[in-house]
């Protein structure tokens, strides 16, 4: 079928529903649909793109046959609208009688109405055309009747019904109108700004089906909101029919895209070491588990690409990775994944929901400054001092913090970036001021976002500025290994970062056991082992995830939460040094959702 010469997001919806009130289309026909050769005829050029004739010969039928002449001035209407020809499809539609339709024909024909009237900027009319039907109709009539309402309302000035309304859809789309959808609905939100999308959230109820698209609307907009979901229960602890837990489902293939060559290849070896050691060690279960493939995704796009296809065309179901965010954007620009997707990175725009099939898990720094941010804000702090380095983590980690600390009601007091290459910190120092009063102090906190190296170098000098505040950092101020001697400096300083790496995630392999192994699971790149870990932890539950609120993984980065638009999202433990030694805090694996990270400019792993 030749391309249908319509550019509306309605008629890109629509178009392949029209074609259902055709004689022998599957939502449900008439009861009595003529039949005969001139029939067929002009079905056969509807069915092969030729909306014009086609209409000419439903016309032609309708004047020689009386009897069904109504019904064939609706084909004709219906093909002029394919061809996106609405102008000569309205004195069709305007001599037709609606009294004179059978069964979904008649909300057909109030479609084409409500479609003329849209043309004719009238939604007034449109809005009055596209009420709930009365009683059970198709899928199809009933998705095309919501889409036109949704029009009506938006160009009635009212979006965030208009938002609603697509909302109700999303269920019952797929592939290309889902996406289109989604998109449509954040920019109907987004449109109403951040002031009015908080307002709207304020006294909605934690399962109000519009509360995750409007957090989303307010992410990209750029003003962070903390989720108030509660993760309620981890995912294989009920066990079901044959001894396999709750929410498990498997592929027969999976396929495992890493940078196993190049400047990533360290990276990707340590991700898959990780993905490998935990795959094997869910034997103990006797769950099934599926054949796994590595291929090496290189380290741009085209190699990305090139073996996501390769890895689809050996017949994998569903594909983890690709590591690089070019490689991401890429696979998500081809449109319909032939394949679903864990990728171990966002894409570079991310502005946009994953489409459909698409799930994304990536280490990144947003979500630890806003975690950051929601834990000294649950401490009772109000101030707080900005420290970080010029680092791109330090960077994203140190304005998500200041979105989320700002969101809560917090207070900036001092902000101060810090040179990689410097030693002595002391001119930048003398202008941090929370305030001349002694309780100026009391609810106030410094949160650091820098390399091990440089912190040491930090805390003691904001001591010997009689600076006494509690410093909160990102996982970046821990080296991964034990250093009792160096990190004596960062005495007292607490900490988000990987539960794994301190063996306080119950049911994984213990970090302690596997050393000797992999050299991986040492020092910082132990926290690509863990990703790795998660990265095959999620294949079994993240559709179970996706579609129950409240389920959770315990995984080896964090409990794992996945949100309704296959965003994986982390709550990390929190650790202290005391001694010189990073300890877990005591009840530190929270179970609540973190903040939803802001909008990402770069990929984290």
């Known amino acids: 079928m030749r391309a249908m010469r319509v550019t509306t997001l309605g008629l890109l919806l629509t178009a392949g529903l029209a074609g259902c009130v055709t004689p022998g289309g599957t939502s449900q026909p008439r009861s009595a649909a003529p039949s005969g050769e001139a029939t067929q005829a002009a079905q056969a050029l509807y069915t092969k793109g030729q909306f014009d004739q086609a209409a000419q010969a439903y016309l032609a039928l309708a004047s020689q046959d009386d009897a069904n002449r109504d019904y064939y001035r609706l084909l004709a209407a219906e093909a002029y609208r394919q061809e996106g020809a609405i102008d000569r499809a309205a004195p069709v539609v305007a001599d037709i009688r609606r009294s004179k339709l059978e069964g979904e024909d008649a909300l057909r024909f109030d479609a084409l109405r409500a479609e003329i009237a849209l043309k004719k900027n009238d939604p007034a009319t449109a809005l009055s055309l596209t009420g709930k039907p009365p009683g059970r109709v198709s899928s199809q009539i009933a998705q095309r009747l919501a889409e036109l309402r949704a029009r009506a309302q938006a160009a009635s000035g009212d979006p965030w019904s208009a938002a609603q309304t697509r909302v109700d859809m999303d269920g019952q789309l797929h592939g290309l109108d889902r996406e289109e959808n989604r998109r449509e609905i954040l920019t109907l939100l987004t449109g109403l700004g951040a002031q009015p999308l908080a307002e709207r959230l304020a006294p909605m109820s934690a399962n109000d089906p519009m509360r995750p698209w409007v957090v989303e609307a307010q992410t990209q907009l750029g003003s962070a909101t903390r989720s108030p979901a509660v993760l309620d229960q981890a995912v294989g602890t009920v066990t079901g ?125 947003e ?143 213990r970090r302690a056991d596997l050393g000797a192994a992999f050299p991986a699971t040492k020092g910082v790149a132990a926290r690509l082992f863990a990703f790795g870990m998660d990265a ?48 877990p805090v005591a009840g530190s694996l929270e179970l609540e959702a973190p903040a939803t990270a802001p909008n990402v400019e770069n990929g984290g792993a």
């Open 367 to 509: 979500t630890e400054g806003a975690q950051v941010a929601d834990h000294m804000a649950d401490r009772g702090l109000h101030k707080a001092v900005v420290i970080v380095s010029t680092d791109d983590f330090a960077r994203r980690a140190g304005n998500a913090f200041k979105a989320e600390w700002q969101a809560r009601g917090g207070t900036l007091s001092s902000q101060v970036t810090l040179d990689a290459s410097s030693i002595d910190f002391a001119s930048q120092l003398s202008g941090i001021n929370v305030g001349d009063a002694p309780d100026d102090q009391t609810d106030a906190g410094v949160f650091i976002s820098m390399k091990p190296q440089q912190a040491r170098l930090l805390l003691p000098q904001l001591r010997l500025a009689k600076n006494t505040l509690p410093v909160f950092a990102t996982s970046h101020v821990y080296a991964g290994t034990d250093d009792p001697a160096a990190d004596r400096d960062l005495e007292g300083v607490e900490f988000c970062d990987a539960p794994w790496l301190f063996d306080a995630q119950p049911g994984l392999a």
């Open 241 to 365: 029919e044959k001894n396999v837990r709750e929410g498990y489902k498997v592929p027969d293939k999976v396929a495992l895209l890493l940078p196993l060559t190049g400047p990533l290849a360290g990276a990707g070896a340590a991700i898959r070491d990780g993905f490998i050691t935990n795959y094997v060690d869910a034997a103990r279960t006797h769950a099934p588990r599926p054949k796994v493939v590595v291929y090496d995704s290189g380290n741009d796009a085209a190699h990305a690409v090139a073996a996501y296809e390769k890895a689809v065309a050996d017949g994998a179901n569903v594909v983890v990775g690709p590591l690089n965010r070019e490689g991401v954007s890429a696979i998500f620009a081809k449109g319909a994944l032939p394949a679903p997707m864990l990728t171990l990175n966002y894409p570079s725009d991310n502005k946009n929901l994953p489409p459909s099939g698409a799930n994304e898990f990536g280490l990144l720094p």
């Open 536 to 583: 095959w932890g999620l294949v079994p539950y993240i559709d179970w995830m996706r579609g129950h609120p409240g389920s959770y993984l315990p995984g080896a980065t964090g409990q794992l939460v996945a949100d309704e638009f296959g965003r994986v999202r982390r709550v990390l433990i929190w650790a202290r040094f005391t001694d010189g030694v990073a300890h």
